[in-house]
Every structure is written in C-alpha cells, then in structure tokens.
C-alpha cells in the first residue's frame, strides 16, 4: 500500500508542478497535454491528493497517515523539483522503479 499511495503523490504532484506557468517543458505529449488543458488536470490533481491522503488515513489512521502522506507529499515535491529542470525525472526508469517496489512489497507482506 505504500508503493500505490506515493504512486498517488507522485502523479497529483507531477501534474500540479506542470501546470504552474513557470514550468519547463520538455518534448513529451503528456506534458504538452497536462499544459494544454490546465484546469482540468489541477481538478483531477487536487482530486488524486485527497484520495492519496483518504488511502493513507485508512491505511494508517488519521494522524499516522496524514503525517506519513505529508511526509511523503514532500519527498515527491522535492525529488520533482530537483531532477524535473535536467531533465532526469525519465519516465521508463521510474515505472519500473515502481513495478520493482510494488513488488517488494507485496512479496515480503
């Protein structure tokens, strides 16, 4: 469960950060899409925080999981914000650094 709430964190901070007027986009439809359509992907960005943070209260309890959610909330922000602009943040490395956690997790429950 954690792997699929910092999945939730990571795609609502992902599509906040480039819907931001100052963000650098690189050659990719998905953020040439998230930019072209604004309001709506801060809709649904806002939308996909609130039921990271939902899944973590539930998982967790309600202050464990909205501190752990917040914590992760900062580490996804920080890690964007850093790699994003040289363009390190490649989207290939980071589904199977996904699928690999997913998987650890699930095997060692």
Same mark, same amino acid.
């Given at each position: 469960m954690n792997t699929v709430i910092l999945l939730l964190n990571f795609m609502s901070v992902f599509m906040l950060l480039n819907t931001s007027k100052e963000a650098i986009?690189?050659? &990719?439809?998905? %953020?040439?899409?998230? #930019? &072209?359509n604004a309001l709506k992907v801060k809709i649904i960005g806002l939308i996909?925080? /609130? +039921?990271? @943070? $939902? $899944?973590s209260a539930v998982t967790?309890?309600?202050?464990?999981g909205i501190l752990i &959610?917040?914590? +992760?909330? /900062? /580490?996804t922000l920080s890690i964007l914000i850093l790699f994003n602009p040289? #363009? %390190?943040? &490649?989207?290939? @490395?980071?589904?199977?650094l996904f699928i690999i956690s997913l998987t650890i997790e699930f095997l060692t429950s």
């Open positions: 986009l690189h050659n &990719n439809l998905l %953020e040439k899409l998230i #930019k &072209n996909v925080v /609130l +039921l990271s @943070f $939902t $899944t967790y309890g309600i202050t464990t &959610n917040l914590t +992760l909330l /900062l /580490l040289i #363009k %390190e943040a &490649n989207y290939k @490395f980071l589904i199977l």
